[in-house]
């Protein structure tokens, strides 16, 4: 089981410039970007620069920066470019060009792996762009392959000859040694041949490929103790090396002897480098992973009237429900090119006095709508639809259609690559066990995996019985599910921290994935050339540079157009365009930050307001607004979180005056 806070893998990012602006008098700028991941905290920090190209508005960089890739978190990363007139002056004295935000995500999932964004600063124009790309780190995706025989050991056995056995450790920062190999031992020999082995790169070398390595040789003893026979000393580099054959086993206690020369040597028959298709050579090959939702409309979650149910809309806080949808979808959707979601309902009576466990809660023909936003419009629009709560707390109908859907997937994925990804979020225990657990039995041979939220107190004790982690799989009657493709989270214990939250919720889905692929035989599709990646880029600015995006003005992955067209999940859009999910400001704020005025991307208004943080006077963390609005809220007069109306209008609600459900200003 993946643990959570460790990477999926470590990505390598490749930077270029598109069309800076020149801010020197004689010359052309001479630009360089600095690279900011950001905390926990909201706080941004360095994690490595570029190169200073001179004379250059079209540079390409050469340096690159490393880091950990976790699937299961929002990495938040910020770009700013300078032009760098004084190298020995502090950053402060050089000239800002510009600055983008995305996550690591939207750079991973995009098309080809890689982001074009525009640049925001007061000399910036629609075409100034940064584009970054992303390549997994490669020799952590592979396992080496051992074939070792060694001759002439050393005598252990009173009686008889040895039987040994090796032992492969890796040297710790601290000077130990971890095992991270033991082989079989042959018995009654001077000359083994031990069966081939394979060690992952990540093991052996500990993400370090030029680490000490230590190869021990025992004779195994039934009785007790082995005895040890030798040792030698070597690395990675050393093995690979061709003219690197034979290696001295040596015992240090015999060294002293005048005539001692070494207790056997150990031959390397063969050494190679097998590839492993990592989750990451899928994305880059095109696959998607697609989300579908499935939402508890049982009566045990309490009348959503009252404050004290578990669906009331709270105008100032999101329930749990929102919290979980928000979590999970904004880390699911950037690896799923149109952000179309089919969203569910179960445990509903219908009006037509239906009581159904599979039923589309936007109340039309098609369950899809767009991004997180459009799902939680869709929640909050399904208690005034007619539905009324009742139950029971039935999945059978819900998996049995996300199976369907996965049988498509999997009759074409050698070609057409898709993942899909159930959230089902439930206050209750399930009434329907048996069927539930033939469902996911059924489904464990397809391109699925489950997420289970339960919010609220109950006690989700038999919940645990789906996810089948460690070696116990799910059964049905004889049958045993073909892999663990369940996993079980309480909101409960992760209720103040929705990063956490995520993370334990999507931290199996890596390996749940990589478990469907490889038992089925599917490899990663190569991924784009170098003439589809500049396309894809091309395209990319383009959409940017048509998108009417004025000088300066802050702007994410996607050019949102003008005229009010809906911008894609989680942008800003000027011209009256519907405001993205959870922000309230008209003119085009960037994501997440209430405040206009064309302010670049992750930071706040002018006028000292801190970083990320979008209102002037110091507004506390994640506000957009001055006067006491709720967190992620860009509006005065204390309008509901992710609306922008005045007026406290309810969450989930528009502006009043008929402004269109979750849009962010009134009369638009």
């Given at each position: ?12 990012l ?70 760098i007139?004084?190298?020995?002056g ?9 600055s ?29 762009t ?7 780190v ?14 002439h ?77 030798g ?78 149910s ?20 904004n ?6 090119s ?17 009581v ?9 023909n ?51 690559q ?61 049958k ?134 979008g ?21 005065p ?9 005045p ?18 200003a009134?009369?638009?």
């Amino acid at each position: 089981k993946k643990q959570m806070n460790t990477p999926v893998s470590k990505v390598e990012l490749y930077f270029k410039c598109n069309n800076l602006p020149n801010l020197d008098n004689l010359t052309l700028s001479d630009p360089q970007i600095y690279v900011y991941l950001q905390t926990n905290t909201g706080q941004f920090n360095k994690i490595g620069q570029t190169e200073l190209i001179k004379d250059n508005l079209n540079p390409v960089f050469h340096n690159t920066i490393v880091m950990d890739y976790y699937f299961e978190t929002i990495q938040n990363l910020r770009f700013d470019v300078y032009d760098i007139d004084d190298i020995h002056g502090r950053l402060d004295d050089q000239d800002f060009i510009g600055s983008a935000s995305c996550s690591l995500g939207d750079i991973i999932g995009g098309r080809g792996a890689q982001n074009c964004l525009n640049l925001a600063g007061k000399h910036s124009k629609s075409n100034t762009t940064i584009t970054i790309h992303g390549e997994e780190v490669g020799d952590l995706t592979s396992n080496i392959l051992f074939s070792l025989s060694a001759t002439h050991l050393d005598k252990k056995d009173f009686f008889g000859k040895s039987d040994p056995y090796l032992e492969i450790y890796r040297e710790k920062n601290d000077g130990t040694w971890l095992m991270v190999h033991r082989t079989e031992y042959i018995l009654k020999t001077f000359d083994p041949t031990w069966r081939d082995f394979e060690i992952s790169m990540q093991k052996l070398t500990g993400g370090d490929p030029d680490v000490r390595l230590r190869f021990s040789i025992f004779d195994w003893n039934k009785s007790g103790k082995p005895d040890f026979i030798g040792e030698f000393f070597t690395s990675l580099p050393e093995l690979r090396d061709h003219n690197n054959v034979d290696f001295e086993v040596i015992n240090p206690k015999k060294k002293k002897k005048k005539k001692y020369r070494n207790s056997g040597v150990l031959h390397k028959r063969r050494l190679d480098v097998v590839k492993i298709h990592s989750f990451l050579d899928y994305i880059a090959g095109g696959t998607e992973i697609s989300l579908m939702v499935a939402i508890d409309y049982t009566a045990s979650n309490g009348n959503p009237a009252y404050t004290n149910s578990l669906h009331y809309l709270n105008p100032y806080e999101p329930n749990e429900y929102q919290k979980a949808i928000e979590a999970v979808g904004n880390i699911l959707l950037s690896y799923d090119s149109d952000g179309m979601v089919p969203v569910y309902g179960f445990g509903g009576k219908l009006p037509n006095g239906r009581v159904s466990h599979c039923f589309h809660v936007n109340n039309s023909n098609d369950p899809e709508v767009h991004g997180v936003n459009g799902i939680l419009q869709a929640y909050a629009n399904s208690f005034t639809s007619g539905v009324t709560l009742y139950g029971p707390t039935n999945f059978a109908d819900i998996i049995g259609s996300a199976s369907a859907y996965a049988e498509q997937l999997h009759t074409t994925n050698q070609d057409l690559q898709s993942y899909l990804i159930l959230l089902i979020i439930t206050d209750g225990e399930i009434t329907d066990m048996d069927a539930t657990c033939e469902k996911i039995v059924a489904a464990s041979h397809l391109p699925l995996s489950i997420v289970i939220v339960g919010v609220g107190s109950a006690d989700f004790s038999r919940m645990e019985v789906l996810d089948g982690d460690g070696d116990q799989r799910l059964q049905w009657g004889r049958k045993y599910a073909e892999r663990d493709i369940v996993q079980f989270v309480p909101f409960r214990d992760f209720a103040n921290d929705p990063t956490r939250l995520a993370a334990e919720t999507l931290a199996e889905i890596p390996q749940q994935f990589l478990d469907y692929m490889r038992g089925h035989n599917i490899v990663p599709r190569p991924p784009p050339s170098q003439e589809e990646l500049l396309a894809f880029e091309r395209q990319q600015m383009e959409a940017l540079e048509h998108a009417g995006i004025p000088a300066g003005a802050p702007q994410n992955a996607y050019g949102a157009p003008a005229g009010g067209a809906p911008a894609p999940q989680g942008y800003g859009a000027p011209g009256g365009a519907p405001a993205p999910q959870g922000y309230g400001a008209p003119g085009g704020a960037p994501q997440g930050y209430g405040a206009p005025g064309g302010a670049p991307q992750g930071y706040g208004a002018p006028g000292g307001a801190p970083q990320g943080y979008g209102a002037p006077g110091g507004a506390p963390q994640g506000y957009g607004a001055p006067g006491g609005a709720p967190q992620g809220y860009g509006a005065p007069g204390g309008a509901p979180q992710g609306y922008g109306a005045p007026g406290g209008a309810p969450q989930g609600y528009g502006a009043p005056g008929g402004a269109p459900q979750g849009y962010g200003a009134p009369g638009g």
